[in-house]
Structure formats: structure tokens, C-alpha cells
């Protein structure tokens, strides 16, 4: 059921921003050249005019959101549901392009998998909790490796800011979207913030063996741990519905086979709590070790001449290497002894009939699954390689033929946003300030009135654009959005990071602002240009380096350059930023370099000429037939066509389905709350259904 709310949620998620993002009418990416090349099979009813690109994407969408709701509702649990709403997301992820490549995606696809063919009921519609031992072994090695990985790969990248325990000096304010709590969380003692690194790496690197042991006592007490973590990144960030997804992953870690004590005994429940003990025991000596060959404790002398102490991760490239050579072969070999253990259990229970049979071929496709979930921990380390188990080729086209189901995860690999500090620091314990520069992108336009007849009547200077999301004005708080993932403010972190050469897409979104297009226009929190009574001119890009404001501490004080809030004026403040140089250059929508770099990069140009903008009912941008049959032909939809218009075209369907986006498209996150809610209805509606048929007990 967890898993089916999730599904659901990014399908909800998809389904708001598609027009937008990958409409082939005016989208930013157009997926109707991908959909055409990528799965030719589905554009057969699209070439022959049953049913356009766009209505095929959202009619196969909202086949998703139905089966998730079927699933998340426990009216169906069987394992063609799992499989058919994992290649229903893998279909959406091919075709959003640059907007649908982040690890999250692939993870969804990965666990969709995973559930399909080893933990859900093929036999039977409801899933039950008596065999499910088997398929678990699978799930937990994949949140092994999700966690593990994460926690490799920080040390790996050789990042100063892990090495040095300070990333979340940093992360609060550099994460992509935060959330409303990152700015207070920003504001503790460096103390706290190093001690909380240095939590973060004991808990993905030697708390996940506890993931995948067969003790259920221990493997809880690790899923415990990776949900506390989770939590804490919920309450900070905005990152939709990975770490829900996470926290789902640690559920076939709470059950299944774990104490060995046959129930009905006399002395079950004290054997219980005597391995219970024994095993809490065992992962505080195992942590305790753990946290001994991790980190030591560096002295320096401060610029007081006080001798300091302070925690320093041991742990470098070298040793994470050695680190993955040892011990991730026998944890591969372990796992797939455990899976294979509790198949032979399973078998045995039922040797006499047909489920036997079935049991074995389920113990061996987990077997399978879990081979193809370690490949990718074979590049954690170039010795990897080198221990015998398959020669590098024969890996290498391995990787690649299961690439769609087995992914490397490497999150938070490097921090971003570290400025230079100027000064040295001079607070009590001595260390060295931790300077704040989020890189951001800062849309300015110059922006007109519109009159009735559509013709300009006033001209302003030069005014930033606001988007719903993204950190824009220093006075706007960071927002909670998540479980929704607004896909284009996310991108516009990354392209902070690069140049605009690299970031060919958000040229094409200037392209669709200026041109007018409906459904990209309100990606912006800009009333009136949605409303039409202004319209944009020209565009340009500023890049900016953004820092949360601080309160008035010693540590604040050290730091060169911050923002201190003194006075109770000042907390209307949530950002402080500095202008660092252009990005974008000033463009209109009759640009000729416009125009030849969007040719050379591939988008088609928004509209015919810059002067012929989609009215107000959204039709086409230009009465040219000639021009209209071209680009049918070669793959193109018209520029900037209305949904409602495009609705016509296949009938009520999507007329239905354009009514329920223009409702929840300005709040994504009531879309789907009202969803989950309704499943969760349905569920309990069903619960107590089944509870009233069964056969009531006579007391004499």
C-alpha cells in the first residue's frame, strides 16, 4: 500500500506539470519526438489521428494514478499491478527528458521492480505476511546499497566539506529547495552541525549492515535509524517523495523471520527479551568500534593559544576503497545465503502440493534480483573488479542490459555553495568560518500592459520575476512543497551551477515566456501576465549568491560577510544575496542569436515570428497552412495551443482532465492530499467491510 501511494504521488506530480514542462504545444522539452522515436508501438494510434501525443501521455498518466489508487487502497495488490505502474513511470521518466533524471526516478523504477517480481502475490490478489520472508531479502539489500552508497561516495569525492564534518554548515541553505525549518536549522551551533555529519555517516555506512542481517531485532533497530534520518531531512528539505520512498524501503526490514524461538513454548517470552538484549547489545559495541576507526580527535591550539579539541573524519578515497573490496563481497555472498535460506524453509513448508513449486521458482527469481540490484556496487572500487567474480567485460554489458533496473546512488556526492573566506575565524573554539554562496538564478524582465485589443500601452524598467518555489527576493520564506517535486525550479538550481551553453532548456523556457504560451507562464508567480493584462518584452538572467540571514552570535560574527539581524525590522529578512555577474543576456522575442541557438540546440522556436503571440484563447500562433502541414509532419505540435482547445480533439477525456489540473495546478500539494485521502477512505471503507462479514461468535 506504501508503495502505492507513492506512485501515486508522482504520478499526480508528473501529471500537474506536463504541459508545461514536455507538452508537445508549447512545452519547454517537446516529448512528442521522443515519444515517436523512443516507442514507436504507442505513436501508431497518434500517427493515424486517433488521438494526439499529448492526450496519449496523460491518458497512459492517469492509467497510473488509477492503478496506484487501486493498489494504495488495497483493492488489488497483485504483482501485474506493481509491474504495470513501474512501465507506465519508466514511460514518463524516457519522456521527460532533462526534467526526469534524477535519482529518485530511477530508485521508484528500481523498487517497482523489485516489489513486482519478488514481493507481491502472484496467486492471489491481497498480499499476507506469512511468506513474504523470501522477498524481502531483495528489498533490504536495495536499501543497503542505497544508503551504503550514499555514505561511500561523500568520502570518495574527496569533498572538504565532508571531510572536514561542515557540510551541513552549508547544506541547509545551498540544498535545492528548502524548506521552512532549514533557515532555524541553519542557526545551530557548529557543534551540533558537525556532531549531526558525523550521525549522518555512521548511519549510511556501518548501521546498514544491520539492513540485511537475519536477526529481526537488530534489523530494526538499523530501519529505526535510517527513518530517523530520514525525518530529519523531511523536516529541512524539499525532496518530494524520496525519503517517504526510503522510509518505505525499511518496511521489509521490520518483518519476516528473526528470533528462532517456536511461539507456544514456556520460556518463549523470556528466551525473546534475553536475544532482544543480546542483540541491542551487540550494534552499540558494533556502532561503538565503528565510530573508533571513523574518527579521532585533532588538537590544535587556537588563536588564543588555547589547546582545542575537535572531531575529524579518519576515512579517506584510500581507505573507502579497501573498505568496499572487503566487506561487500561476503555482505553479497551473505544476503544471497540468507535469501536461499529462507526459500528452503518456504519449500519444505510446502514440498507436499503445488505452491512448492511455485516457491522454489520465487527463491530463485529473488536470487536473481538480488545479483542484479549488487552490480552497480562493483564501481565503488577499481578493485571491484578484480576479485574474480565475472571479468570486466562481461560486466560492463551486464551493467548495461540492467541498467533500467539496477542503478548507483550517490546522494549529496559533493556540497555545493562553498564560498571563500576571507579572514580566518576567532571564535571560542577556533575554527575557520564556513562562508555561504548559493549560486541562483535570477529571471529580470521588462514587462508592458496590455489593453484590450492587445496592443502594449506602458513600458516598465527592468523587474525580477518571482516563481513559486525557488529562493527569489530576500523577504520571501523557503516553502514546503513536498511531496510534489516542482521539476523546473530543480533544474534551475543545477543550471546555476553550469553555464547557459550547458542549459539549452531554460533558453527555450525564455523563448515560451516571450512568446506568451499559456501553460509556461504559469510556472511563474506572476498574476497579471497569466491573466494577460501584461505581457513580457524582454528577458534577462543575473546570477546571484544567496545565504540565509543569522542571528547575533559569536560564531554569525566570524563569518565575513553575512547578514546579522539585529533588530526586530530585520526579521522580515530570510536571504541575503550579492549580484556576481550576467548569465543570460538581454533577449526579445525577435533575437536572431535567440533564434540560431535554439535551431542549434534543437527546440523549435516558440512561435512563427516573434509578433504573431497565442491570443487569448490559446490558438494557434500562426494561420500559415503550409507551415502548420510541415510541422505535423516532422513531429512538431503547434506552438502555444490552449489545453481546452486541444481537448476537442479527443472528446470529453481530456476536457475532464484539463478541469482537474486547472483546479490543482496552482496547489499541487492539495492535489495529492485529496487523493491519499480518498484512498485512505476506500481502505478503511473496505477494512470494515470485510470486518462485518466475518461470522460472529456466540458467548454463552
Not at 102 to 114: R, T
Not at 200 to 219: D, G, H, M, Q, S
Not at 253 to 270: A, L, P, Q, W, Y
Not at 322 to 329: F, M
Request: hydrophobic share 45%; glycine share 8%; proline share 5%.
Amino acid at each position: 500500500k506504501g508503495l502505492g501511494y507513492i506512485f501515486l504521488i508522482a504520478f499526480l506530480s508528473y501529471y500537474v506539470q506536463y504541459p508545461a514542462l514536455s507538452s508537445s504545444i508549447g512545452g519547454i522539452e517537446p516529448s512528442n519526438i521522443v515519444l515517436q522515436r523512443a516507442f514507436p508501438s504507442l505513436y501508431i494510434p497518434v500517427d493515424k489521428g486517433y488521438i494526439d501525443s499529448d492526450g496519449l501521455v496523460e491518458l497512459i498518466n492517469l492509467v497510473g494514478v488509477v492503478v496506484s489508487i487501486v493498489i494504495a487502497s488495497g483493492v488489488a495488490q497483485h504483482a501485474l499491478l506493481y509491474l504495470l505502474i513501474t512501465a507506465i513511470y519508466y514511460f514518463l521518466v524516457i519522456l521527460g527528458g532533462q526534467f526526469y533524471t534524477f535519482q529518485w526516478d530511477i530508485l521508484l523504477v528500481e523498487v517497482g521492480f523489485l516489489t513486482a517480481f519478488c514481493f507481491a502475490p502472484w496467486r492471489s490478489l491481497h498480499l499476507t505476511l506469512l511468506d513474504t520472508n523470501v522477498g524481502c531479502w531483495p528489498i533490504r539489500f536495495l536499501l543497503f546499497k542505497l544508503m551504503f552508497m550514499s555514505g561511500i561516495v561523500k568520502i570518495q569525492a574527496e569533498c572538504p566539506t565532508w571531510q572536514n564534518l561542515t557540510a551541513l554548515e552549508y547544506h541547509f541553505a545551498t540544498q535545492c529547495l528548502p524548506g521552512p525549518l532549514a533557515w532555524y536549522a541553519h542557526q545551530l551551533p557548529p557543534f551540533l552541525l558537525r556532531l549531526g555529519v558525523a550521525t549522518t555517516f555512521v548511519i549510511e555506512i556501518p548501521a546498514t549492515i544491520f539492513l540485511i542481517v537475519p536477526w529481526l531485532r537488530i534489523r530494526r533497530i538499523g530501519a529505526w535509524m535510517q527513518i530517523v534520518l530520514q525525518v530529519l531531512i523531511i523536516a529541512t528539505g524539499n525532496y518530494n517523495f524520496f525519503n517517504v520512498l526510503t522510509m518505505a524501503l525499511c518496511i521489509p526490514c521490520m518483518i519476516g523471520e528473526g528470533n528462532g524461538v517456536k511461539k507456544g513454548s514456556r520460556d518463549t517470552s523470556r528466551l525473546v527479551q534475553h536475544q532482544s538484549m543480546i542483540q541491542s547489545v551487540i550494534c552499540v559495541l558494533f556502532l561503538a568500534i565503528s565510530c573508533k576507526e571513523m574518527f579521532h580527535i585533532e588538537q590544535y591550539t587556537n588563536e588564543g593559544g588555547k589547546e582545542m579539541r575537535w572531531l575529524k573524519l579518519s576515512l579517506n578515497r584510500h581507505d573507502c576503497n579497501n573498505l568496499a573490496e572487503k566487506i561487500l563481497p561476503p555482505i553479497i555472498l551473505f544476503t544471497i545465503l540468507c535469501t536461499f535460506v529462507s526459500g528452503v524453509r518456504l519449500v519444505r513448508k510446502n514440498v507436499t502440493n503445488l505452491t512448492g513449486l511455485s516457491s522454489l521458482i520465487h527463491t530463485f527469481i529473488c536470487l536473481a534480483c538480488i545479483v542484479v540490484t549488487a552490480i552497480p556496487l562493483f564501481d565503488l572500487s577499481p578493485g571491484m573488479h578484480r576479485l574474480g567474480f565475472m571479468n570486466q567485460s562481461t560486466l560492463r554489458t551486464f551493467r548495461r542490459q540492467t541498467s533500467v533496473v539496477s542503478h548507483g546512488y550517490g546522494l549529496f556526492r559533493r556540497m555545493t555553495g562553498v564560498g571563500k573566506a576571507s579572514v580566518t575565524g576567532t571564535n571560542a573554539v577556533g575554527l575557520p568560518p564556513s562562508v555561504v554562496a548559493r549560486p541562483e538564478i535570477v529571471l529580470e524582465a521588462i514587462i508592458v500592459d496590455v489593453d484590450g485589443n492587445g496592443n502594449s500601452t506602458s513600458e516598465t524598467e527592468w523587474q525580477e520575476l518571482n516563481f513559486r518555489w525557488k529562493p527569489g527576493g530576500i523577504d520571501r520564506r523557503p516553502r514546503q512543497v513536498a511531496p510534489h517535486q516542482p521539476r523546473f525550479e530543480w533544474r534551475m538550481w543545477f543550471a546555476a551551477l553550469g553555464t547557459v551553453r550547458h542549459n539549452a532548456w531554460l533558453v527555450s523556457f525564455v523563448d515560451k515566456i516571450l512568446a506568451g504560451c499559456p501553460y509556461v507562464i504559469d510556472l511563474l508567480d506572476e498574476p497579471e501576465l497569466k491573466a494577460k493584462t501584461k505581457r513580457i518584452q524582454m528577458v534577462r538572467a543575473q546570477l546571484y549568491e544567496y545565504d540565509f540571514t543569522r542571528f547575533d552570535n559569536e560564531w554569525a560574527r566570524s563569518i565575513p560577510g553575512v547578514h546579522i539581524l539585529d533588530d526586530d525590522d530585520d526579521y522580515s529578512f530570510w536571504w541575503q544575496r550579492k549580484a556576481v555577474g550576467q548569465y543570460l543576456p538581454a533577449l526579445d522575442s525577435d533575437n536572431e542569436s535567440l533564434r540560431e541557438f535554439l535551431r542549434h540546440t534543437g527546440y523549435g522556436p516558440a512561435c512563427r515570428s516573434g509578433d504573431e503571440r497565442c491570443n487569448d484563447v490559446g490558438t494557434f500562433c500562426s494561420d500559415n497552412e503550409s507551415l502548420r502541414e510541415f510541422l505535423r509532419h516532422a513531429g512538431y505540435g503547434p506552438a502555444c495551443r490552449s489545453g481546452d482547445e486541444r481537448c476537442n480533439d479527443v472528446g470529453p477525456f481530456c476536457q475532464v482532465a484539463s478541469f482537474f489540473r486547472r483546479i490543482f495546478s496552482g496547489k499541487p500539494q492539495l492535489f495529492s492530499v485529496v487523493a491519499i485521502f480518498s484512498c485512505a477512505i476506500i481502505d478503511v471503507a473496505r477494512s470494515l467491510r470485510v470486518i462485518n462479514r466475518r461470522p460472529k461468535v456466540k458467548r454463552d
